[in-house]
């Protein structure tokens, strides 16, 4: 799957580039302006589809936002009103109240922005080293790496919770990791199995791979070692690559559920997307908490994509996988 | 040649690179065999054990995969995957193709555009499942809101054994839709003008250049996403558990939902380990079936 998957992405990249480098002159963008706005009864039927389409896409986190601002008789009210009558942006602090959504948000937090470190410092290591120098048994922890990348989180959740379970010596495990709970509720649980995946080092692999090759013969000419070229060479010229494979592994740990859901239960440790489905379990929920909370669990990644458009762009491109 | 010569040069050097790009590679292969090659080994090792976590696991055979056989939940799982991969996959793939191509021009507006139908691949499955779960409340819900002012009366969605299924899957496509425009955008721009300037001097429409041009010249990219896409469907889960549990009556009952019941619900890992084996076996067969038609395409 992996091999085609990145032939495929690679030309991808290099379409949207020359696209997006297309319009430069200002003739050309003239011209171009007077394109997009032409009106033709063709492009009328285009705007109106696409324009319903987007307000439906939009609709939930539009009714996320309204729903987090309206008191309690507007949301028991049939039918819904579209904008709220008042705006109660109490509710927000009484969310925060209801369910300490604060220190979910703070756990996320710590997560995402470790594994986004770990992720970036391991992967572009591993990468460089895959791509750039030659070692014997190279090609075997290439391919060991491209197999691992395959294997579906379903077929390894299992063991990955014994393992953690079973960590020598923590949580009154004895050296053979039996009689406690390991590292189960602790952040080395939530920090470590993800701090690092296949397809971060493989995407690492690429990227390092088209740089030109005179740079690092001129490096090591210069006398620089291996790491100094990797460092204040070579890595200097993906960063792009680096932003890219950084933000999207921020998305994918904020985002993740399954793994926090298995290995943790203290209220202390919840990230957010956790302490949602926990707080809807709760029997009196508000409707109005509950979309604060949401709204807080899928601000900063909207904000992210907002402002990093293009890097989520390339990366999807570039890898062609979810996350 | 002039390796061997470099080697005669510079044997410390060579040797010393090579340490390096073991020191360099060590940490990460050193995670990924840990966290993902071991357990892969484990698990499979499991399945033909019963391990129920306060006695040591116990050598079964395929006891383990006889239950699986035989359990009419684990089937009704199965077919579930099979509804949800089945009507979620191609119609999102239908839309975003679509999409793509009428975004595929200099518009207004293009960038809001992209962006709506991009947002929700990006948000977190658990939090817009909130959202939906809230927008299908069959009393003071959105949707029956809007299917009540066109004097429809709306379903009960999500409790409704009959309803919970589609809901789910309508809201999957929403989520996927983003994903797989993004690909045929990227796709769409590697084809040529010409043939489009081509066709309309021949005198074809819009809709004819876009079932005689465009759709023949996505294929490639129609196949990957496919692949991926199923692969996906095939691993769904956080909505499930949000949203339905499951329920009602096993109406959305998944595998992956039935490999974390059995492992974290009832906590019969070794069972778990085989359901997963056969989630394995699913996504490989559809990799390896996926690779058979590439390769056939290219001879």
């Known amino acids: 799957m992996t091999a085609m998957d990145t032939t495929a992405g690679d030309e991808l990249v290099v379409a949207t580039e020359v696209f997006d480098a297309a319009d430069a002159s200002p003739a050309a963008a003239k011209r171009d302006r007077r394109r997009r706005f032409r009106v033709t009864p063709g492009r009328i039927v285009t705007h109106i589809l696409l324009m319903a389409g987007s307000l439906f896409m939009i609709l939930p986190f539009y009714w996320m936002i309204v729903t987090s601002l309206k008191g309690t008789g507007e949301i028991a009210r049939f039918p819904p009103s579209w904008i709220p009558t008042s705006w109660r942006f109490a509710n927000y602090s009484e969310a925060l109240d209801a369910a300490p959504f604060h220190y979910y948000f703070r756990n996320s937090l710590i997560r995402a922005g470790t594994h986004t470190v770990t992720q970036v410092i391991l992967g572009s290591l591993g990468g460089y080293a895959l791509a750039r120098i030659r070692f014997r048994g190279r090609e075997i922890v290439f391919i060991?790496?491209?197999?691992?990348?395959?294997?579906?989180?379903?077929?390894?959740?299992?063991?990955?919770?014994?393992?953690?379970?079973?960590?020598?010596?923590?949580?009154?495990?004895?050296?053979?990791?039996?009689?406690?709970?390991?590292?189960?509720?602790?952040?080395?649980?939530l920090l470590i199995p993800g701090a690092?995946?296949?397809?971060?080092?493989?995407?690492?692999?690429?990227?390092?791979?088209?740089?030109?090759?005179?740079?690092?013969?001129?490096?090591?000419?210069?006398?620089?070692?291996?790491?100094q070229t990797y460092l204040r060479i070579m890595t200097p010229l993906v960063k792009p690559a680096i932003i890219t494979i950084a933000l999207l592994r921020f998305q994918e740990s904020w985002n993740n559920f399954l793994w926090p859901l298995l290995v943790t239960t203290r209220e202390d440790l919840r990230v957010i997307q956790l302490g949602l489905a926990v707080f809807r379990q709760s029997d009196q929920t508000s409707w109005a908490y509950l979309m604060a909370g949401t709204t807080l669990a899928t601000l900063p990644i909207i904000l992210l994509f907002i402002v990093g458009q293009k890097y989520f762009i390339q990366g999807i491109n570039r890898s062609g996988l979810k996350g | 040649m002039t390796v061997a010569v470099?080697?005669?040069?510079?044997?410390?050097?060579?040797?010393?690179?090579?340490?390096?790009?073991?020191?360099?590679?060590?940490?990460?292969?050193?995670?990924?065999?840990?966290?993902?090659?071991?357990?892969?080994?484990?698990?499979?090792?499991?399945?033909?054990?019963?391990?129920?976590?306060?006695?040591?696991?116990?050598?079964?055979?395929?006891?383990?995969?006889?239950?699986?056989?035989?359990?009419?939940?684990?089937?009704t799982a199965l077919k579930n995957t099979a509804i949800y991969t089945f009507f979620t996959v191609p119609a999102s793939i239908a839309l975003a193709?679509?999409?793509?191509?009428?975004?595929?021009?200099?518009?207004?507006?293009?960038?809001?555009?992209?962006?709506?139908?991009?947002?929700?691949?990006?948000?977190?499955?658990?939090?817009?499942?909130?959202?939906?779960?809230?927008?299908?409340q069959p009393n003071v819900g959105v949707f029956n809101a809007l299917l009540q002012s066109i004097g429809i009366n709306g379903p009960n969605w999500l409790?409704?054994?009959?309803?919970?299924?589609?809901?789910?899957?309508?809201?999957?496509?929403?989520?996927?839709?983003?994903?797989?425009?993004?690909i045929y955008l990227a796709a769409l721009q590697g084809i040529s003008r010409?043939?489009?300037?081509?066709?309309?001097?021949?005198?074809?429409?819009?809709?004819?250049?876009?079932?005689?041009?465009?759709?023949?010249?996505?294929?490639?990219?129609?196949?990957?996403?496919?692949?991926?896409?199923?692969?996906?469907?095939?691993?769904?889960?956080?909505?499930?558990?949000?949203?339905?549990?499951?329920?009602?009556?096993?109406?959305?009952?998944?595998?992956?939902?039935?490999?974390?019941e059995s492992a974290f619900q009832a906590f019969r890992l070794g069972l778990a380990s085989a359901k997963a084996v056969v989630l394995f076996a699913m996504i490989f067969a559809v990799t390896i079936i996926s690779r058979r038609l590439v390769g056939r395409d290219e001879d």
């Open chain 2, 194 to 260: 010409e043939l489009y300037d081509a066709a309309a001097v021949d005198g074809a429409g819009k809709v004819r250049q876009f079932f005689h041009i465009t759709l023949p010249l996505l294929k490639p990219a129609t196949f990957f996403v496919l692949v991926v896409a199923t692969i996906d469907a095939f691993q769904v889960f956080d909505q499930i558990y949000v949203m339905t549990r499951g329920g009602p009556v096993h109406a959305t009952t998944t595998v992956t939902y039935e490999i974390y």
């Open chain 2, 97 to 136: 193709v679509v999409i793509a191509a009428m975004l595929n021009q200099k518009l207004a507006l293009r960038t809001w555009y992209r962006t709506a139908f991009f947002l929700p691949h990006v948000t977190a499955t658990v939090a817009v499942a909130m959202v939906w779960i809230w927008m299908y």
């Open chain 2, 6 to 75: 470099k080697h005669v040069k510079y044997p410390t050097l060579e040797r010393g690179r090579r340490r390096a790009g073991w020191l360099l590679v060590a940490p990460a292969a050193l995670h990924i065999f840990v966290w993902i090659t071991i357990p892969v080994v484990v698990s499979l090792w499991l399945s033909f054990t019963d391990y129920r976590v306060l006695r040591p696991p116990r050598w079964v055979g395929l006891d383990n995969y006889r239950e699986i056989w035989n359990d009419e939940v684990f089937c």
């Open chain 1, 144 to 189: 060991g790496i491209v197999a691992m990348l395959m294997m579906p989180t379903y077929t390894i959740i299992v063991t990955q919770f014994l393992m953690v379970k079973k960590a020598p010596l923590f949580g009154g495990n004895d050296i053979l990791g039996v009689g406690g709970t390991g590292w189960l509720d602790t952040w080395w649980a």
């Open chain 2, 159 to 182: 409790s409704d054994p009959n309803w919970a299924m589609p809901s789910v899957i309508i809201m999957s496509v929403w989520q996927g839709i983003g994903f797989k425009m993004l």
């Open chain 1, 196 to 227: 690092l995946s296949p397809m971060t080092v493989f995407l690492f692999r690429q990227f390092y791979l088209s740089l030109p090759r005179e740079l690092e013969e001129a490096a090591r000419l210069d006398g620089l070692s291996e790491f």
